[in-house]
T-cell receptor
């Protein structure tokens, strides 16, 4: 049982480049989330998917798109990367939707945009 | 609006000492959930505990214990007989209210356990 997995672990992009961060969970969870972690700011929600087939914006969605490919996979896309998107990105999942349920996090992707 | 304050930015203790990490929260909800997560140097976030607002009993899990006091809006975390492996950043989090999907995180406390 791998839990929540993310690829890649590290990525360096140039301003304007695009990329997709991949996330998969094998816990049969219904809900999935993407957060970013910036120094001194805790984690902030980018997008979430309450259930397969649905996605919604979180606190900081600008510059990102998401796809809930199936129940297991939830990807985050940066269409035109900017230095302000330099951050550590975490994917999470939970059995049921909503912030009252325990969210289990992946190992994170450290992204640097030059 | 929900808010979580972890006033201790960094703490250093010598191995085997006890240490308490403070968490103070603000919410207008009568039903809410509180969480603690550990982020070791490797970077992943590890779930430690989830507590709902109706359960004020203290919880103990091995060397870890949690003290929940609604009267002071605090949910403090104590590590007894600390070990080097406890070195990490610890985050307290609060559910962001009915219908929300986002956890409200504190800024974290970095704990360094010195051998």
């Amino acid at each position: 049982n791998a839990g929540v997995t993310q690829t890649p672990k590290f990525q360096v992009l140039k301003t304007g480049q695009s990329m997709t961060l991949q996330c998969a969970q094998d816990m049969n969870h219904n809900s999935m989330y993407w957060y970013r972690q910036d120094p001194g700011m805790g984690l902030r929600l980018i997008y979430y998917s309450a259930s397969e087939g649905t996605t919604d914006k979180g606190e900081v969605p600008n510059g990102y798109n998401v796809s809930r490919l199936n129940k297991r996979e939830f990807s985050l896309r940066l269409e035109s990367a900017a230095p302000s998107q330099t951050s550590v990105y975490f994917c999470a999942s939970s059995v049921i939707a909503g912030s009252t349920d325990t969210q289990y996090f992946g190992p994170g992707t450290r992204l640097t945009v030059l | 609006a929900q808010k979580v304050t972890q006033a201790q930015t960094e703490i250093s203790v010598v191995e085997k000492e006890d240490v308490t990490l403070d968490c103070v929260y603000e919410t207008r909800d009568t039903t809410y959930y509180l969480f603690w997560y550990k982020q070791p140097p490797s970077g992943e976030l590890v779930f430690l505990i989830r507590r709902n607002s109706f359960d004020e009993q203290n919880e103990i899990s091995g060397r870890y214990s949690w003290n929940f006091q609604k009267s002071t809006s605090s949910f403090n975390f104590t590590i007894t007989a600390s070990q080097v492996v406890d070195s990490a950043v610890y985050f307290c989090a609060l559910d962001s209210g009915a219908g929300s999907y986002q956890l409200t995180f504190g800024k974290g406390t970095k704990l360094s356990v010195i051998p």
